[in-house]
C-alpha cells in the first residue's frame, strides 16, 4: 500500500480514535467503546509496523475493496473467524435482496420499445447494473453498467450509483446533464484516490425510433438497422474519475424494427480453457445472425454462443446483456 495512502488511513482512523473517547464519557455501551477502540489501537500499531493490510494468518493482502469499506479488517476471505464469516454471508445475502429489487423485468414493453435483459452475477453481489424505466409519454430510459472491482463494495456502489440515475431521471434533465450531475455526484461518493470507477451506457428512446445514448468508457453497444450492424464508441470517461469530466451524446436513428445491444465485459471477456477471449467480433456475429428474431431469443443466442465457447470453463466475472427493439407501428 503506497505511504500516501497508509498516512490518509492513520489519518482518518486518529480523528476516529477522538471520537471514541469523547463518545465513552457520555454513551451507555463503554464496553463495547473500549473494545472498538483497542481494534483501532491495534491497526495503528500494524501501520507503524508496515504489517497493515496483511493477513494476520497467513501474511497475504487483505482485499482492498474490503479495507475500502472497514479498515479495521486483519484477515484475509481465506481466515475470517467464524463472526467474521457469519457476518459477511449475511451482508451478502442483504446485497443480493436488495440488488433483485433494482432489476427491471425480464422482458418489458413501453409505448413503441421492447427491452429484454439478463443479468447474472458471478457471485452472491454484483457490480453490473441494468435499469429500464419507462416514462410518461411512451418514451425509455435505459441503464447498463459496472463498478470497477468485485464483491459487496463494488455492488454496494453500483446500487448507490443506480439509485443517483433514478433520482434524475425523475427531473427530465437532457442526457447530457443528467450524466454530467451523475459524474459528479458519484465521485463524491467514492472519493478522490478510491481507484473506484464506473463504465455505463444509457440513453433514452423515443416513440420516433430515435435513441439518444451517452457512452461513458463502456463497451460499445451494437445497432442493428435492416440487417447492417454498427458499432457505437464511447463518447466519454468513466463515472468517478474526474467531477468535471464533460459527456457528449450520440443520436441514433434505429427506424422500425431496429435494435441496440447492450453488454457488460462479463460478456467480452469470458474465456475458455485456453484462456481465449470470446471478444466483441463474436458478439457481432451472434446479433447479424439473429437480428430479426425475438429480443428474448437474441439475448438467449447471445448466451448460449458464450457458455459453448467457454466450454466449461468457470464464469469469472458479471455477465449483463440487454436488447432494445422499437416496434414496428
Same mark, same amino acid.
Given at each position: 500500500?503506497?505511504?500516501?495512502?497508509?498516512?490518509?488511513?492513520?489519518?482518518?482512523?486518529?480523528?476516529?480514535?477522538?471520537?471514541?473517547?469523547?463518545?465513552?464519557?457520555? /454513551?451507555? =455501551?463503554?464496553? %463495547? $467503546?473500549?473494545?472498538?477502540?483497542?481494534?483501532?489501537? @491495534?491497526?495503528?500499531?500494524? #501501520?507503524? !509496523? +508496515?504489517?497493515?493490510?496483511?493477513?494476520?494468518?497467513?501474511?497475504?493482502?487483505?482485499?482492498?475493496?474490503?479495507?475500502?469499506?472497514?479498515?479495521?479488517?486483519?484477515?484475509?476471505?481465506?481466515?475470517?473467524?467464524?463472526?467474521?464469516?457469519?457476518? /459477511?454471508? =449475511?451482508?451478502? %445475502? $442483504?446485497?443480493?435482496?436488495?440488488?433483485?429489487?433494482? @432489476?427491471?423485468?425480464?422482458? #418489458?414493453? !413501453? +409505448?413503441?420499445w421492447e427491452a429484454t435483459s439478463h443479468y447474472e452475477p458471478a457471485g452472491p453481489a454484483s457490480g453490473d447494473c441494468c435499469d429500464v424505466v419507462p416514462l410518461d409519454d411512451g418514451e425509455l430510459f435505459f441503464?447498463?453498467?459496472?463498478?470497477?472491482?468485485?464483491?459487496?463494495?463494488?455492488?454496494?456502489?453500483?446500487?448507490?450509483?443506480?439509485?443517483?440515475?433514478?433520482?434524475?431521471?425523475?427531473?427530465?434533465?437532457?442526457?447530457?446533464?443528467?450524466?454530467?450531475?451523475?459524474?459528479?455526484?458519484?465521485?463524491?461518493?467514492?472519493?478522490?484516490?478510491?481507484?473506484?470507477?464506473?463504465?455505463?451506457?444509457?440513453?433514452?428512446?423515443?416513440?420516433?425510433?430515435?435513441?439518444?445514448?451517452?457512452?461513458?468508457?463502456?463497451?460499445?453497444?451494437?445497432?442493428?438497422?435492416?440487417?447492417?450492424?454498427?458499432s457505437v464508441a464511447p463518447t466519454g470517461l468513466p463515472l468517478g474519475l474526474f467531477g468535471s469530466s464533460p459527456y457528449e451524446v450520440s443520436t441514433l436513428d434505429l427506424g422500425p424494427g431496429g435494435g441496440l445491444?447492450?453488454?457488460?465485459?462479463?460478456?467480452?471477456?469470458?474465456?475458455?480453457?485456453?484462456?481465449?477471449?470470446?471478444?466483441?467480433?463474436?458478439?457481432?456475429?451472434?446479433?447479424?445472425?439473429?437480428?430479426?428474431?425475438?429480443?428474448?431469443?437474441?439475448?438467449?443466442?447471445?448466451?448460449?454462443?458464450?457458455?459453448?465457447?467457454?466450454?466449461?470453463?468457470?464464469?469469472?466475472?458479471?455477465?449483463?446483456?440487454?436488447?432494445?427493439?422499437?416496434?414496428?407501428?
Amino acid at each position: 500500500m503506497a505511504p500516501m495512502h497508509q498516512a490518509l488511513i492513520r489519518d482518518e482512523l486518529v480523528d476516529r480514535r477522538r471520537r471514541l473517547e469523547e463518545a465513552m464519557v457520555t /454513551l451507555p =455501551q463503554a464496553d %463495547q $467503546l473500549r473494545e472498538l477502540m483497542s481494534e483501532v489501537d @491495534l491497526v495503528l500499531s500494524r #501501520l507503524d !509496523a +508496515g504489517t497493515y493490510g496483511l493477513c494476520e494468518t497467513c501474511g497475504d493482502p487483505v482485499e482492498p475493496e474490503r479495507l475500502a469499506g472497514d479498515p479495521l479488517l486483519r484477515h484475509c476471505l481465506d481466515h475470517l473467524t467464524p463472526r467474521e464469516r457469519r457476518a /459477511l454471508e =449475511q451482508d451478502l %445475502q $442483504l446485497t443480493w435482496r436488495i440488488q433483485s429489487t433494482l @432489476l427491471p423485468e425480464r422482458e #418489458l414493453r !413501453a +409505448g413503441s420499445w421492447e427491452a429484454t435483459s439478463h443479468y447474472e452475477p458471478a457471485g452472491p453481489a454484483s457490480g453490473d447494473c441494468c435499469d429500464v424505466v419507462p416514462l410518461d409519454d411512451g418514451e425509455l430510459f435505459f441503464l447498463l453498467g459496472d463498478v470497477s472491482g468485485k464483491g459487496l463494495a463494488a455492488s454496494m456502489l453500483m446500487s448507490h450509483l443506480q439509485a443517483i440515475f433514478r433520482s434524475l431521471v425523475s427531473l427530465r434533465l437532457p442526457l447530457q446533464e443528467m450524466v454530467e450531475r451523475a459524474n459528479r455526484l458519484f465521485c463524491e461518493s467514492v472519493g478522490t484516490g478510491s481507484g473506484r470507477y464506473a463504465t455505463i451506457a444509457c440513453g433514452r428512446a423515443h416513440g420516433s425510433g430515435r435513441v439518444d445514448l451517452c457512452n461513458a468508457g463502456h463497451c460499445p453497444p451494437l445497432q442493428v438497422r435492416g440487417g447492417e450492424l454498427a458499432s457505437v464508441a464511447p463518447t466519454g470517461l468513466p463515472l468517478g474519475l474526474f467531477g468535471s469530466s464533460p459527456y457528449e451524446v450520440s443520436t441514433l436513428d434505429l427506424g422500425p424494427g431496429g435494435g441496440l445491444l447492450l453488454y457488460t465485459d462479463g460478456l467480452t471477456e469470458s474465456t475458455n480453457r485456453g484462456g481465449e477471449e470470446y471478444g466483441s467480433d463474436r458478439v457481432a456475429g451472434v446479433l447479424r445472425a439473429h437480428a430479426s428474431r425475438p429480443g428474448r431469443e437474441i439475448v438467449k443466442a447471445c448466451l448460449d454462443d458464450v457458455g459453448t465457447f467457454r466450454g466449461g470453463a468457470a464464469q469469472a466475472d458479471d455477465l449483463t446483456v440487454l436488447f432494445l427493439r422499437h416496434l414496428a407501428a
